[in-house]
């Protein structure tokens, strides 16, 4: 990273706190001897205070000038200077305050937005166990070679890319692809270094050195792209590109036109740096305390002016814009088997799996609240996962295959799963194939809400960037309406498509694991998802989320907006008022000491306007009370709860469409029991309750007008269903004249209220996720 431009002093961080010490002591001393009507002392000590900060301020110049960079530093120093010639003390002791309070502050930004990559170097193996002839030899990494046979214990990262020498292995290459699911491999297939081994002891074969292998590679290229980027140019800065040069050549003018010295210094004064060097920070530093507050953490005010300005947003999939964790999304049960019993069978099987497909089975069996067993001879099979011994029963779970000829309902599942990109886990009792779960990684439920916010505050481009499959990805990018999507991408192939981006627009890059570290250093503004995700992206990013929100996302796009537009309304404001003050003393009509009583106001002014961004603002977000906010968690909850009874809707109509009508009459009673006992009163509870208390913070009772219309709908499809089982239980069986009106309310009623939970949990729910 290049050295501060504000000089050596700023790498001195003690020297610096000494010298703010010294700043703010002088002004409080001056301060408490002039309310003690000891003037001399008190002008003594500003001007002690305006001195010690003189000299810094005129090194902090030169290395500035020698950088090229012409800013604000220039009108530091000639303010300082003029205060001492006119004996404006208490001008030069303030602005002394504010010059050394910003470099201590700009300081410690630099410090903690070095792009730290010890994380990613910890993480490299340093040693690798090789196999010869007489053992197993520990050798340093390097010297390792190709064609080497290693072996990897459970847990431990692949030092170099290989490929599978043993039987099977299931790794996480969350660190490389960014992709959560667990991965089950063979004998000669492809490895990455940087990779975990998630199940026991594997041997592999080393295809490339360390040097050549993908882990080294992602981290020279986070190198690279933390040196190809460019340092922040701060609107102070920036404004003061013309705002310097027309102070002095103001100052010139009017000495040359009066021929008296005075009358430059009077323009000089009257130009304090005020609204450059403090009003605009101070709005800035104000929106960092509101970001902290909602757990955003930014490492510099430059970091949210530059999100205050992108116009382009890149995100990642897994764990940033999904949850991450795969979750259980039906469980399917084969003919005579109940969808409980399958799935306590294969959480039971799976309590000790530490594949992340069993963890989210085990989660699902506990939501469900379903006792499970103690396994015994617990194995983890090759290629197909855990089996293990439950309550005298053989337990078969995982991706193994299927029979040539799988029953229908198999078969259905398998293509539903094909479409809707999840996860198939098979369960097998006893070798009976009987049933399956199918997992997804869910999109957040904030996220389509952040999608729309960020469009109005002013992005214009989204961007879906993962190592993910294109199934899941273009999934999740239709869902969320990305402008583009790009699956299947390494590191370097991430780090591309950024540079590509940033050389058209300001360009944010959200993600959350290893593989995203590079192209956050790469991005104009790298966000990293730190509640959950790696050190390594934490620390190459400019702004960590350490919540596990993507709203917060939006907060910040939001807040940086807002901050800067104020900074600059602050800054220029400021500077015009001072345009007009300095035209005055150009022509003799303010003096230099009244000129810095008039600064002053100009600069309490600037300053009060400035601490506007402190002020929380909803963002166009519905303001909650504590009481509505209970009541839509309660009702979140009772979601929760009934996601059991919308599956067996479903399972009902398979049933019905696969002929079995005995069972689906079974099970049509009590899809029409829980229609009537559990949902519809939930239903009508929340038109009774729910929907009015949403009135007032949404606006009116338009806002919920049509998930009412959709609580009509609901209530005429299950009167439906209703009348069909009063009239098959009449005649004791569904007969033909039912069947496809049944099936079509069933599907239908299904189809509605999976579109009914997952608008209320996107529109209503998130507007009071959890404390």
Same mark, same amino acid.
């Given at each position: 990273?290049?050295?501060?431009?504000?000089?050596?002093?700023?790498?001195?961080?003690?020297?610096?706190?000494?010298?703010?010490?010294?700043?703010?002591?002088?002004?409080?001393?001056?301060?408490?001897?002039?309310?003690?009507?000891?003037?001399?002392? *008190?002008?003594? /000590?500003?001007?002690?205070?305006?001195?010690?900060?003189?000299?810094?301020?005129?090194?902090?110049?030169?290395?500035?000038?020698?950088?090229?960079?012409?800013?604000?530093?220039?009108?530091?120093?000639?303010?300082?200077?003029?205060?001492?010639?006119?004996?404006?003390?208490?001008?030069?002791?303030?602005?002394?305050?504010?010059?050394?309070?910003?470099?201590?502050?700009?300081?410690?930004?630099?410090?903690?937005?070095?792009?730290?990559?010890?994380?990613?170097?910890?993480?490299?193996?340093?040693?690798?166990?090789?196999?010869?002839?007489?053992?197993?030899?520990?050798?340093?990494?390097?010297?390792?070679?190709?064609?080497?046979?290693?072996?990897?214990?459970?847990?431990?990262?692949?030092?170099?890319?290989?490929?599978?020498?043993?039987?099977?292995?299931?790794?996480?290459?969350?660190?490389?692809?960014?992709?959560?699911?667990?991965?089950?491999?063979?004998?000669?297939?492809?490895?990455?270094?940087?990779?975990?081994?998630?199940?026991?002891?594997?041997?592999?074969?080393?295809?490339?050195?360390?040097?050549?292998?993908?882990?080294?590679?992602?981290?020279?290229?986070?190198?690279?792209?933390?040196?190809?980027?460019?340092?922040?140019?701060?609107?102070?800065?920036?404004?003061?590109?013309?705002?310097?040069?027309?102070?002095? @050549?103001?100052?010139?003018?009017?000495?040359?036109?009066?021929?008296?010295?005075?009358?430059? $210094?009077?323009?000089?004064?009257?130009?304090?740096?005020?609204?450059?060097?403090? *009003?605009?920070?101070?709005?800035?530093?104000?929106?960092?305390?509101?970001?902290?507050?909602?757990?955003?953490?930014?490492?510099?005010?430059?970091?949210?002016?530059?999100?205050?300005?992108?116009?382009?947003?890149?995100?990642?999939?897994?764990?940033?814009?999904? +949850?991450?964790?795969?979750?259980?999304?039906?469980?399917?049960?084969?003919?005579?088997?109940?969808?409980?019993?399958?799935?306590?069978?294969?959480?039971?099987?799976?309590?000790?799996?530490?594949?992340?497909?069993?963890?989210?089975?085990?989660?699902?069996?506990?939501?469900?609240?379903?006792?499970?067993?103690?396994?015994?001879?617990?194995?983890?099979?090759?290629?197909?996962?855990?089996?293990?011994?439950?309550?005298?029963?053989?337990?078969?779970?995982?991706?193994?295959?299927?029979?040539?000829?799988?029953?229908?309902?198999?078969?259905?599942?398998?293509?539903?799963?094909?479409?809707?990109?999840?996860? $198939?886990?098979?369960?097998?009792?006893?070798?009976?194939?009987?049933?399956?779960?199918? &997992?997804?990684?869910?999109?957040?439920?904030?996220?389509?809400?952040?999608?729309?916010?960020?469009?109005?505050?002013?992005?214009?481009?989204?961007?879906?960037?993962?190592?993910?499959?294109?199934?899941?990805?273009?999934?999740?990018?239709?869902?969320?309406?990305?402008?583009?999507?790009?699956? *299947?991408?390494?590191?370097?192939?991430?780090?591309?498509?950024?540079? *590509?981006?940033?050389?058209?627009?300001?360009?944010?890059?959200?993600?959350?694991?290893?593989?995203?570290?590079?192209?956050?250093?790469?991005?104009?503004?790298?966000?990293?998802?730190?509640?959950?995700? @790696?050190?390594?992206?934490?620390?190459?990013?400019?702004?960590?989320?350490?919540?596990?929100?993507?709203?917060?996302?939006?907060?910040?796009?939001?807040?940086?907006?807002?901050?800067?537009?104020?900074?600059?309304?602050?800054?220029?404001?400021?500077?015009?008022?001072?345009?007009?003050?300095?035209?005055?003393?150009?022509?003799?009509?303010?003096?230099?000491?009244?000129?810095?009583?008039?600064?002053?106001?100009?600069?309490? /002014?600037?300053?009060?306007?400035?601490?506007?961004?402190?002020?929380?603002?909803?963002?166009?977000?519905?303001?909650?009370?504590?009481?509505?906010?209970?009541?839509?968690?309660?009702?979140?909850?009772?979601?929760?709860?009934?996601?059991?009874?919308?599956?067996? $809707?479903?399972?009902? @109509?398979?049933? &019905?469409?696969?002929?079995?009508?005995?069972?689906?009459?079974?099970?049509?009673?009590?899809?029409?029991?829980? &229609?009537?006992?559990?949902?519809?009163?939930?239903?009508?509870?929340?038109?009774?309750?729910?929907?009015?208390?949403?009135?007032?913070?949404?606006?009116?009772?338009?806002?919920?007008?049509?998930?009412?219309?959709?609580?009509?709908?609901?209530?005429?499809? /299950?009167?439906?269903?209703?009348?069909?089982?009063?009239?098959?239980?009449?005649?004791?069986?569904?007969?033909?004249?039912?069947?496809?009106?049944?099936?079509?309310?069933?599907?239908?009623?299904?189809?509605?209220?999976?579109?009914?939970?997952?608008?209320?949990?996107? +529109?209503?729910?998130?507007?009071?996720?959890?404390?």
């Amino acid at each position: 990273m290049p050295d501060s431009p504000s000089g050596k002093i700023t790498r001195y961080p003690l020297l610096l706190r000494a010298l703010t010490g010294v700043t703010v002591g002088a002004l409080t001393v001056g301060a408490v001897a002039w309310l003690l009507d000891a003037r001399d002392v *008190a002008d003594a /000590a500003w001007a002690v205070g305006t001195v010690s900060a003189t000299l810094p301020a005129i090194w902090w110049l030169i290395a500035a000038l020698r950088q090229r960079r012409f800013g604000v530093d220039v009108i530091a120093v000639l303010s300082l200077l003029g205060t001492l010639l006119v004996g404006e003390h208490l001008a030069g002791a303030l602005i002394a305050v504010m010059l050394t309070t910003g470099r201590t502050l700009e300081e410690a930004a630099e410090r903690r937005a070095t792009k730290d990559l010890r994380s990613l170097l910890q993480r490299v193996p340093k040693v690798a166990r090789r196999r010869t002839a007489d053992g197993v030899q520990t050798v340093a990494v390097e010297d390792v070679a190709v064609g080497d046979v290693l072996v990897v214990g459970p847990g431990e990262v692949l030092p170099v890319d290989a490929v599978i020498a043993s039987t099977w292995a299931v790794l996480d290459e969350s660190a490389v692809t960014g992709e959560s699911m667990h991965v089950e491999l063979q004998t000669g297939q492809p490895v990455r270094s940087g990779t975990i081994n998630a199940g026991g002891a594997i041997e592999i074969k080393a295809t490339a050195t360390a040097d050549d292998s993908t882990y080294a590679g992602i981290v020279r290229l986070a190198k690279e792209a933390s040196a190809g980027t460019a340092p922040v140019v701060r609107l102070a800065d920036r404004l003061a590109r013309w705002f310097v040069p027309l102070t002095l @050549a103001m100052a010139g003018s009017a000495w040359l036109w009066s021929g008296s010295p005075a009358r430059a $210094v009077a323009v000089l004064v009257v130009a304090t740096p005020c609204p450059l060097l403090l *009003a605009a920070p101070v709005a800035i530093v104000s929106g960092l305390s509101q970001l902290a507050r909602m757990g955003v953490i930014i490492r510099s005010g430059g970091a949210l002016e530059d999100l205050g300005r992108a116009t382009t947003l890149i995100l990642d999939k897994t764990g940033t814009v999904t +949850s991450g964790r795969p979750r259980s999304s039906d469980v399917v049960a084969a003919p005579g088997w109940s969808t409980d019993e399958v799935l306590r069978l294969a959480a039971s099987a799976d309590q000790f799996s530490p594949h992340v497909v069993a963890k989210a089975i085990v989660a699902a069996a506990n939501d469900h609240s379903l006792p499970l067993e103690f396994p015994t001879d617990v194995v983890e099979e090759a290629g197909t996962g855990t089996s293990a011994m439950v309550h005298g029963r053989r337990v078969t779970v995982g991706n193994h295959p299927l029979p040539v000829n799988p029953p229908a309902w198999a078969a259905t599942t398998l293509a539903r799963a094909t479409l809707d990109a999840e996860v $198939v886990a098979w369960v097998d009792v006893d070798g009976e194939l009987a049933g399956a779960i199918l &997992l997804h990684d869910p999109v957040r439920p904030e996220a389509p809400r952040t999608m729309r916010r960020l469009r109005a505050a002013g992005i214009t481009r989204i961007i879906l960037l993962t190592g993910d499959r294109p199934a899941p990805a273009e999934q999740v990018g239709t869902v969320l309406g990305m402008d583009d999507v790009q699956a *299947a991408q390494t590191p370097a192939d991430k780090v591309e498509r950024v540079r *590509a981006e940033r050389r058209t627009a300001g360009t944010v890059m959200v993600g959350d694991g290893v593989n995203d570290a590079p192209a956050l250093a790469a991005a104009t503004v790298g966000i990293a998802m730190g509640a959950h995700g @790696a050190t390594a992206s934490s620390e190459a990013a400019d702004i960590v989320l350490t919540t596990d929100r993507l709203d917060r996302l939006a907060d910040a796009m939001l807040v940086a907006r807002r901050s800067r537009r104020i900074a600059l309304q602050s800054a220029i404001s400021g500077m015009v008022l001072s345009l007009a003050a300095m035209a005055l003393a150009a022509v003799g009509l303010i003096p230099a000491a009244t000129g810095a009583l008039l600064q002053e106001a100009i600069d309490l /002014a600037v300053i009060v306007n400035a601490l506007r961004a402190l002020r929380p603002d909803s963002s166009g977000l519905p303001v909650l009370d504590d009481q509505t906010r209970t009541l839509i968690r309660e009702f979140a909850v009772q979601h929760d709860s009934m996601r059991d009874g919308l599956e067996h $809707v479903r399972y009902t @109509a398979q049933r &019905l469409a696969g002929g079995d009508r005995e069972a689906a009459l079974s099970e049509l009673r009590k899809v029409d029991a829980f &229609l009537h006992d559990t949902l519809l009163p939930h239903e009508h509870a929340e038109e009774r309750v729910l929907y009015p208390a949403l009135a007032r913070p949404l606006g009116s009772t338009e806002a919920t007008a049509t998930m009412s219309r959709t609580h009509v709908e609901i209530d005429r499809l /299950a009167r439906r269903l209703h009348q069909h089982l009063d009239v098959a239980d009449a005649a004791g069986a569904i007969d033909d004249a039912q069947s496809e009106d049944l099936l079509a309310s069933l599907y239908g009623l299904h189809e509605v209220l999976s579109l009914h939970f997952l608008t209320e949990e996107e +529109s209503y729910f998130t507007l009071a996720p959890d404390p």
